[in-house]
């Protein structure tokens, strides 16, 4: 090969590279950006912007992504703690808190729920009203009128005489739904409820540190702060759907207590804007003193 032909091949090659590479750029795909202005609105006070706190862009919804954490940490199952109390608790009230949905035997939503047919179906129940009722017996209240005694040595009577006064029973506290307040109070030491609500909240911490972890490396797309007008930005940003969140810090104003899982389509070339308010919020909550 001569010398000024392997010049031209030379230069072919560089050319063909070249223009490759303006070609390479001009297919790179364009990017996007989001900008928004968050504000919150206090009860009967004027709207505030939400200055200076930091917002996250995140490639699925943190509601999904709770739901992911909750699948590799369950959350407690109350069926499973209600089985494992023991030969302590009777079949009849493991059956009547599953039933409920609650191993909390104290305090006005228990009262709520508990009927007459319960008080007289499960021991327990029984035991604490006839306790707390101990110094009315006699005076509307139906007294037992059969004996221990006659358990194994007449238990066809015994049997019969116990039905007689369940259903005495059951009819009086029917007519008489008062008379059940209080009984909470001799349940106290076989109440689970605060074991169950320790587990319960073992638990959730485990579902929300996996959540956060998630959300900060998994479906992390970009952070950015705030301003003091409540402005903030997100650029660079490749084509796609995003969500806008504050993580588990709530925006504060007044009593007024707001978190965003704000969904937002990014197009190349284009600026979404969004405005985060107490409309668009996913949770608004107002704090009473």
Known sequence: MTLRRLEWSLLLLTGAVFFAGLNGMAQAPATGAIEFVASAKPTAARVEPVRQMSFYLLRKSLVDIRNEAEQAEPLADMDKFVDGLGVDVSPELKNWMKKNHTAQLSGGNFLKLLKADDVVAVPEFLDAYTTQNGASLGGGVPIPNYREKDREKNPEKY??????????????????????????????????????????????????????????????????????????????????????????????????????????????????????????????ASRTP
């Not at 609500?197 to 956060?212: C, F, G, I, P, S």
């Not at 084509?239 to 969904?263: E, K």
């Open 159 to 284: 049997q019969r005489l116990r039905e007689q006064y369940k259903a005495q029973l059951r009819r009086y506290i029917t007519e008489n739904p008062d008379t059940v307040q209080g009984i909470d109070v001799e349940l106290r030491e076989k109440n689970p409820g605060p074991r169950w609500l320790q587990l319960e909240a073992q638990k959730q911490q485990h579902v929300d540190h996996r959540t956060m972890e998630l959300a900060q490396t998994v479906y992390f797309a970009a952070e950015t702060d705030s301003d003091l007008n409540g402005r903030g930005a997100f650029t660079d940003l490749a084509p796609g759907r995003y969500w806008i969140t504050t993580l588990d810090a709530p925006a504060l104003a007044g009593d007024a207590h707001l978190s965003w899982d704000f969904t937002v389509s990014v197009r190349a070339g284009e600026t979404a804007r969004v405005e985060l308010s107490n409309q668009n919020a996913l949770e608004s």
